[in-house]
């Protein structure tokens, strides 16, 4: 296993280079949740409508009592004052592992084949590619995000070029529209950390010579796809990878209409076969 590694180009800056930070061991702990953005609404009848706008992951990045001690503080010193301006960083838990690239075809619910690029940053982090055994992250673009954790395995594609991924359990959801990112789990190209973290310290020390790492951040899914996804390369129709996804009102798949019994009248003597009940939705919230 790898090291856990940081890149980033120091911004801002008019020069671009390329600046890495190598922990020199793994991490200690990482964590890991998604957040979601969601609106339920409720018709008059009593049922229960939900929509999905945006979905992020959340990850918390930790490494107890760092090897190197100061110097490595003072590198990341150097990491907090660049993404505390809002810029990103790619960052691997496990620096062979430094895997990311896009669909080159549709994936549906039960593939067990899915067609890739080559590994789209191996410009930063060199020829990295994932075997049989790792997992990846499948990921779809916002709103409504899907995505899916599968393990692989078998593999044809190479970092530098495309090729197909054997899965050991097939696709879950639909992967056919617009943009749709894959990537080694534990593998982030476009960190970011939120506002409301800025001003604490990424590092802190005991007694001036045991230093430990603790910083949460999480994609920016618009540079993420971006960065992977060439324009004109995405999957499918643009417009309709944009729209929210509520064809399916409920765990049971019906449509979000009830039936009366045939032949059955109201009181004011309309005959109704369908009654479709209003789906409720509310808009992105920026």
Same mark, same amino acid.
């Given at each position: 296993?790898?090291?856990?590694?940081?890149?980033?180009?120091?911004?801002?800056?008019?020069?671009? &280079?390329?600046?890495?930070?190598?922990?020199?061991?793994?991490?200690?702990?990482?964590?890991?949740?998604f957040?979601?953005?969601?609106?339920?609404?409720?018709?008059?009848?009593?049922?229960?409508?939900?929509?999905?706008?945006?979905?992020?992951?959340?990850?918390?990045?930790?490494?107890?009592?760092?090897?190197?001690?100061?110097?490595?503080?003072?590198?990341?010193?150097?990491?907090?004052?660049?993404?505390d301006?809002?810029y990103?960083?790619l960052?691997?838990?496990?620096?062979?592992?430094?895997?990311?690239t896009?669909?080159?075809?549709?994936?549906?619910?039960?593939?067990?084949?899915?067609?890739?690029?080559?590994?789209?940053?191996r410009?930063?982090?060199?020829?990295? +590619?994932?075997t049989?055994?790792?997992?990846l992250?499948?990921?779809?673009?916002?709103?409504?995000?899907?995505?899916?954790?599968?393990?692989v395995?078998?593999?044809?594609?190479?970092?530098t070029?495309?090729g197909? +991924?054997?899965?050991?359990?097939?696709?879950?959801?639909? &992967?056919?529209r617009?943009s749709?990112?894959?990537?080694?789990y534990?593998?982030?190209?476009?960190?970011?950390?939120?506002?409301?973290?800025?001003?604490?310290?990424?590092?802190?020390?005991e007694?001036? &010579?045991?230093?430990?790492?603790?910083?949460?951040?999480?994609?920016?899914?618009?540079?993420?796809h971006?960065?992977?996804?060439?324009?004109?390369?995405?999957?499918?129709?643009?417009?309709?990878?944009?729209?929210?996804?509520?064809?399916?009102?409920?765990?049971?798949?019906?449509?979000?209409?009830?039936?009366?019994?045939?032949?059955?009248?109201?009181q004011?003597?309309?005959?109704?076969? +369908?009654?479709?009940?209003?789906?409720?939705?509310?808009?992105?919230?920026?």
């Open positions: 296993m790898g090291n856990a590694k940081f890149y980033f180009y120091p911004q801002p800056s008019i020069t671009s &280079f390329l600046e890495t930070i190598d922990l020199g061991e793994p991490l200690a702990e990482l964590f890991s949740e957040e979601i953005d969601a609106q339920d609404g409720v018709s008059y009848t009593g049922r229960r409508y939900r929509t999905v706008s945006r979905i992020s992951e959340v990850v918390r990045i930790q490494r107890d009592r760092m090897i190197s001690g100061e110097d490595k503080a003072a590198e990341l010193m150097t990491l907090q004052s660049h993404i301006r809002g990103s960083t960052f691997a838990a496990d620096l062979d592992k430094a895997y990311a896009h669909l080159t075809r549709p994936a549906r619910a039960g593939d067990t084949v899915i067609f890739v690029a080559s590994n789209v940053v410009s930063i982090v060199g020829n990295k +590619i994932v049989a055994g790792d997992y992250m499948i990921e779809s673009q916002n709103p409504n995000m899907r995505y899916q954790q599968v393990e395995q078998s593999i044809t594609a190479t970092a070029a495309g197909t +991924i054997t899965l050991v359990n097939p696709i879950a959801f639909d &992967f056919d617009g749709v990112s894959v990537r080694h534990r593998f982030w190209p476009t960190l970011k950390r939120p506002v409301e973290n800025v001003g604490s310290n990424m590092v802190t020390n007694r001036g &010579f045991l230093f430990s790492l603790d910083v949460i951040m999480t994609p920016d899914y618009a540079e993420l971006s960065l992977l996804i060439p324009v004109g390369e995405e999957l499918g129709s643009l417009e309709n990878a944009l729209q929210f996804d509520n064809s399916v009102d409920s765990p049971l798949g019906t449509t979000g209409k009830i039936s009366v019994a045939d032949g059955i009248t109201d004011f003597g309309s005959g109704l076969n +369908i009654i479709s009940e209003p789906n409720l939705t509310f808009p992105t919230r920026q």
